[in-house]
Nanobody
Framework: QVQLVESGGGLVQPGGSLRLSCAAS????????MGWYRQAPGKQRERVAH???????NYADSVKGRFTISRDNAKNTVYLQMNSLKPEDTAVYYC????????WGQGTQVTVSS
């Protein structure tokens, strides 16, 4: 069964950090580029970062220099290190493949607020 399970979200003050994790199962994880997406209330889901099978990364302008995506193929897991968080980063964060989407997980809520 193909599955994505996100974790690591929470409430953090502006300027703080969080590390999100996404555990994938049911397919050959190392064969696929992976992305982190987010959806804020009233907005469309957007991709904020992705990492290729070879480890190349790309970021949305809004998070460039603050977020870092990485992957551990041995653990079938992709991570998102988020630093210098801003209130506008508040959203539900999801992971998924970037070329052939599979069923979305439940996501993990990130709230940046003082």
């Amino acid at each position: 069964q193909v599955q994505l399970v996100e974790s690591g979200g929470g409430l953090v003050q502006p300027g703080g950090s969080l590390r999100l994790s996404c555990a994938a199962s049911g397919y050959i994880f190392s064969n696929y580029a992976m992305g982190w997406y987010r959806q804020a209330p009233g907005k469309q889901r957007e991709r904020v970062a992705h990492i290729t099978t070879g480890g190349s990364t790309n970021y949305a302008d809004s998070v460039k220099g603050r977020f870092t995506i990485s992957r551990d193929n041995a653990k079938n897991t992709v991570y998102l290190q988020m630093n210098s968080l801003k209130p506008e980063d508040t959203a539900v964060y999801y992971c998924n493949r970037i070329h052939t989407l599979i069923n979305w997980g439940q996501g993990t809520q990130v709230t940046v607020s003082s």
